[in-house]
């Protein structure tokens, strides 16, 4: 018997389908590489913006020519979706072909309800309301073999940016006790992953909701660093409101800790930071890029920005314009915003026309573009550190910590760290020499 898992949205999702697939290989199940080839399939979905909503339902309705061909199929949706109101019903009516729906609270349910399925074959919809505590020891069988390996720390958020529905379908915060992080760290470290990324909604809210407040992120980076090994800790994501000094000076101290920080923005202007319900100011967040830069000088440096909030002037807009000139980041995602049901930003008046959203989106990222062409060229002649990937054409591909390719001159062993220096760039490519 074999299964396939299709997923949708960030990390927390892919995450959460290598625990999904744990569960359906703990049943001797094996991995299929298409959805053609498998009894089970699960679509593990997003809600965050229509646009994936749309590409999911487009997805799952092609299944329908599969199940035709082999009834015995059992289709599962999961995630997200699932959870956001009313979307089981809309599911089960467009697609009466769907078997499974559950949500996002009862994911460490999947194997219960898949073998009830199998006993009983009615049609099954669990979704819970709120989450009941956090599941630990689940089985999880990781994409990524021995390069990176994600490891949550916190679930939900508590923030209720007013144009966003995870608070929604992700549940109030709660953290995970550090010594089951730390446990499940180690246990990386020794079976040879070189990369940990710690996830959650908001890492620097880690601990908020421990009586002992010494025990927040600073302190978790501290104890997942002291573990022996060779090996390299990231995070995501940040919010500028919780990003503390501290955290970014354990952050430069740490050789383990790797110097990339992901801190969303979302908008330059403090009209608009204030209706989206971000509570920090653009001063503020400038403050803390000017904090990274004073104790990590060679920081990684990337964010999110939402462009069409309701009400958002070209004034507003050229906020954020100016504000991604000055900051001159390494990596920015923009978005362009989407009404989501449920949230405050739904019913916003002023909302904006899709004509000025793809003019201020294309405008932002010609500015992204050439300002990431002339951080790779400032590269050529820097010192940087390395994973090596493997061997093309008598070249060895590499990464950075941040996620970069590097072509590097030399005889590299794959999964090793190294440090180069940088050469050139050329076609929109870095090339360096091993050091
Ligand atoms: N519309 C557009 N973008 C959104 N994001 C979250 N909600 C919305 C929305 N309704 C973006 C934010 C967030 C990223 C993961 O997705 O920029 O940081
Ligand atoms: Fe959404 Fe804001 Fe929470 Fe991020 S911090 S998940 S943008 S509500």
Redesign the pocket.
């Known amino acids: 018997m074999k299964y396939f898992i299709k997923t949708f949205g960030?990390q927390m999702n892919v995450h959460e389908s290598e625990k999904l697939a744990g569960m359906l290989e703990s049943l001797n199940y094996l991995r299929a590489d298409k959805a053609d080839d498998a009894d089970v399939v699960v679509f593990n979905t997003c809600c965050?913006?229509d646009g994936v909503e749309q590409k999911i339902m487009g997805n799952i309705g092609a299944i329908k020519k599969l199940k035709k061909a082999n009834p015995n199929m059992i289709v599962a949706i999961c995630g997200c979706m699932s959870q956001a109101d009313g979307r089981s019903d809309m599911i089960f009516k467009k697609f009466p072909f769907v078997d499974i729906i559950f949500g996002t609270h009862n994911l460490h349910k999947f194997k219960e309800l898949l073998t009830c399925f199998k006993d009983n074959h009615q049609k099954i919809s669990d979704v819970w309301s709120e989450a009941n505590g956090i599941f630990e020891d689940t089985n999880i069988v990781r994409d990524d073999m021995f390069s990176n390996a994600w490891v949550n720390i916190n679930f939900g958020c508590n923030n209720f940016c007013s144009?966003?529905i995870v608070p929604y379908v992700r549940g109030r915060e709660r953290s995970r006790d550090y010594r089951d992080i730390v446990r499940e760290c180690e246990g990386l470290v020794s079976s040879g992953y070189k990369y940990i990324t710690l996830l959650g909604q908001n890492v620097n809210s880690y601990g908020n909701d421990f009586e002992d407040k010494s025990i927040n992120f600073a302190f978790l980076l501290k104890k997942v660093a002291e573990i022996e090994g060779d090996f390299k800790i990231k995070f995501m994501t940040s919010h500028p409101k919780d990003l503390s000094e501290e955290v970014i000076k354990t952050i430069a101290q740490n050789d383990k800790i790797c110097k990339v920080i992901h801190l969303?923005i979302?908008s330059g202007s403090n009209q608009i930071l204030k209706a989206m319900n971000r509570k920090y100011t653009r001063e503020h967040y400038l403050g803390l890029i000017e904090l990274i830069r004073k104790y990590i000088p060679d920081a990684y440096i990337s964010t999110?920005?939402?462009v069409g909030f309701p009400g958002e002037t070209e004034e507003n807009f050229l906020d954020t314009y100016n504000l991604v000139k000055t900051v001159r980041y390494d990596g920015v995602f923009a978005?362009?915003?989407?009404k989501?049901s449920g949230t405050v930003a739904y019913s916003m008046p002023n909302q904006i026309d899709e004509a000025t959203k793809k003019d201020r989106i294309h405008r932002l990222l010609q500015l992204t573009k050439s300002i990431t062409k002339e951080k790779n060229q400032e590269l050529v002649g820097k010192t940087v550190d390395i994973i090596a990937v493997h061997e093309v054409d008598g070249l060895f591909e590499c990464m950075t910590d941040s996620g970069k390719t590097i072509f590097v001159n030399g005889k590299l062993t794959p999964n090793n760290f190294y440090k180069c220096k940088i050469t050139k760039f050329a076609n929109n490519k870095l090339f360096a020499d091993l050091i």
Not at 335 to 338: N, P, R
């Open positions: 960030c965050i913006r144009y966003c969303p979302q999110d920005i939402i978005f362009m915003f989407s989501r």
